[in-house]
């Protein structure tokens, strides 16, 4: 009869067999990173808003309509999103799953899942406005995670997982679209330099409780530019649908100063590997030149008119007037980028950041 130990080895080996070794960069020998786990919001969300009382959501076509499948898992996005590609660029699996996924099964748990919640920001006020998992609430979700994969491996292997793992942190542009330029809650308070400060002070924060937690290897994805969103465009950038600065100029403000304290957090934290990975200018450069790139449109969204459809107002009555090719589109939505977008985008982040994990 097998020992815990031997069923133990049976188990990993099984789930290791079944991932995809398609890592387009080598790592250094002997080094392997057993699991990745992403938390954020919306651009790496593969569905655990899908239970919640919420309209930050989009399991329903057609979002998912070139998803394996063509199912609709909660993705923001026609395909998959940064946190899949990731995944399957270090050879774990190629795709994410969502940690309230009920049909996980032990292998899945065992090589990472996202705890990421569609329209939640490093402000607690941004969850709490769309009724969705705020950052607090994704790390208490991990503490369970490790509890359920403790009870199923053992401590050791857990610790494993947890220490040597690839953590993905991506969120923020909630904070900025819905919170501080959409309600006078924050803007009344703060302008926008100091709820910048404040955007970067609850981002160290997070950062330092998932180390505590046990995280040692993070990439913390910056805010993207906001004010050229498609939805952004069409609601505060004038009957030209110019990109909207002020939140353009927020983005950019929060991404010096998260990235100071990043620079800080690594000098004070034992062993952390903590990675600061700009999407903001290789994302504007996608949409100020889309062509290079393969893209015709970088102003509206593939869904319906592409000018405002996002999670609910993106749904099958806008068939008709959806795109049928998205790759031509930088955005598949009027918020969320399209899978294409996301392939060039964590392409350029393992060509530029890959070695700073080692």
Request: aromatic share 12%.
């Amino acid at each position: 009869m097998p020992t815990p130990s031997s069923l133990l080895v049976i188990v990993v080996t099984l789930c290791l067999l079944g991932s995809p070794l398609v890592a387009p960069f080598k790592l250094p020998r002997n080094m392997t990173l057993p699991a990745v786990f992403a938390f954020g919001d919306s651009i790496i969300d593969p569905g655990n808003n899908n239970g919640l009382l919420t309209v930050a959501k989009s399991n329903f076509h057609p979002y998912g309509r070139d998803f394996y499948g063509r199912v609709a898992t909660g993705r923001f996005s026609n395909g998959r999103v940064p946190s899949d590609f990731l995944a399957e660029a270090i050879g774990v699996k190629d795709t994410l799953p969502a940690y309230l996924d009920p049909s996980l099964d032990t292998c899945d748990l065992l090589t990472g899942v996202s705890f990421a919640s569609g329209a939640a920001g490093y402000d607690p006020l941004s969850a709490q406005l769309a009724l969705v998992f705020s950052m607090s609430d994704q790390l208490n979700l991990f503490r369970e995670y490790i509890g359920k994969i403790r009870a199923e491996v053992g401590d050791e292997r857990t610790r494993t997982i947890i220490s040597e793992s690839l953590y993905v942190v991506c969120t923020g542009s909630n904070d900025i679209t819905n919170t501080y330029f959409s309600i006078p809650v924050r803007s009344f308070v703060y302008d926008i330099p100091s709820y910048a400060g404040f955007i970067a002070e609850l981002a160290s924060e997070f950062l330092q409780e998932l180390y505590g937690i046990g995280a040692r290897r993070i990439g913390v994805l910056s805010l993207p530019p906001a004010g050229c969103l498609p939805s952004q465009r069409t609601i505060k950038g004038g009957t030209d649908r110019d990109c909207f600065e002020p939140a353009n100029r927020l983005a950019s403000l929060a991404n010096s100063k998260i990235q100071s304290k990043i620079r800080s957090l690594g000098s004070n934290l034992l062993d952390a590997k903590i990675v600061f990975l700009d999407i903001y200018y290789p994302l504007m450069n996608i949409i100020q030149h889309p062509a290079p790139y393969g893209f015709t449109y970088a102003d509206v969204g593939c869904c319906g008119t592409g000018k405002i459809e996002v999670s609910v107002l993106c749904n099958n009555f806008d068939d008709p007037s959806t795109c049928k090719d998205a790759k031509e589109y930088v955005f598949w939505d009027s918020y969320h980028p399209t899978e294409a977008t996301y392939r060039l985008l964590v392409s350029h982040l393992l060509d530029k950041y890959a070695h700073e994990f080692y």
